[in-house]
């Protein structure tokens, strides 16, 4: 079973009582009520240097019992930078730290139409610095003393314009990335071209929810959410799983298969162009 939401509420209110801790989110699919039984709960503890690690350990033994603990900031990695795995009341339970700055500096750089994707473990495609944003505009506020969550949160409900348009604009890589994996067939790399096709239909994936007005934060069940947008090319998601089913090393098939893939980008930046009208 889930953990419940009083008890949610309870942890969060305990958890902005550490120093640094500014306020906590609910997120993931327990936030947009998609969850089941077995799904993992993800709380975003929002915080300011210097983060009081000592005291959120302790808490976090209390709470999760002798095996609970979280990492200092920067221990996972530079975009999902620490937390902890916990077991509460016998349901898996996620800290995950966002640096409140570093997101608010994200937010306004995705009002302004900047993003770039990050190396990040866990992540292939890399994290897009507007998923600082999407996580805000998707989440549940549970504790925020200080209002700063809930003010940046107003300021992503809307998907920015010039973000939509730069997302979309991105699709230049997909074409080139198709170009670039052209040189491999004749050496039959298809590890390097299963790469290539994986960044390309992320690519793809992406510029449709930008059309679309939706954010994309996660690279899992990127595909399956783009097909189901109104407008998406037809049969996207069957598409995409049979250009990975032709990388069998074969030259043949290879170059048929980016030959579909330059179709799937030209039908994805067509429909992005009749979505984003």
Not at 144 to 162: F, I, K
Request: hydrophobic share 45%; charged share 20%.
């Amino acid at each position: 079973m889930a953990v419940s939401d009083a008890r949610l509420q309870e942890l969060a209110a305990r958890l902005v009582r550490v120093p640094g801790i500014v306020g906590v989110v609910l997120g993931g699919s327990r936030a947009r009520g998609t969850h089941t039984p077995d799904s993992d709960t993800d709380l975003g503890l929002y915080y300011r240097p210097p983060l009081d690690v000592g005291a959120l350990n302790a808490l976090a033994r209390e709470v999760g019992g002798p095996a609970g603990s979280v990492t200092a900031p920067g221990e996972w990695g530079p975009w999902v930078d620490g937390g902890g795995w916990l077991t509460v009341a016998g349901a898996p339970v996620d800290w995950i730290y966002r640096d409140l700055d570093r997101v608010a500096r994200a937010v306004e750089d995705a009002r302004q139409g900047r993003y770039s994707f990050h190396a990040q473990a866990g992540h292939p495609l890399g994290v897009p610095d507007f998923t600082y944003a999407g996580e805000l505009a998707l989440g549940l506020i549970l504790a925020d003393p200080s209002g700063e969550l809930a003010a940046l949160q107003g300021r992503t409900r809307a998907y920015p314009p010039a973000l939509r348009d730069a997302v979309i604009s991105g699709l230049w890589e997909a074409d080139f990335l198709i170009g670039v994996a052209r040189k491999a067939v004749s050496r039959g790399d298809a590890s390097y071209i299963a790469g290539c096709l994986f960044r390309i239909t992320g690519i793809c994936a992406h510029a449709l929810h930008a059309a679309a007005g939706r954010w994309l934060i996660n690279e899992k069940g990127a595909v399956a959410a783009a097909a189901a947008l109104p407008g998406a090319p037809e049969r996207f998601r069957h598409r995409v799983d049979a250009l990975f089913a032709g990388v069998d090393g074969d030259p043949l098939h290879l170059a048929e298969t980016l030959d579909a893939a330059v179709d799937l980008v030209l039908e994805t930046a067509d429909a992005c162009a009749m979505m984003a009208r």
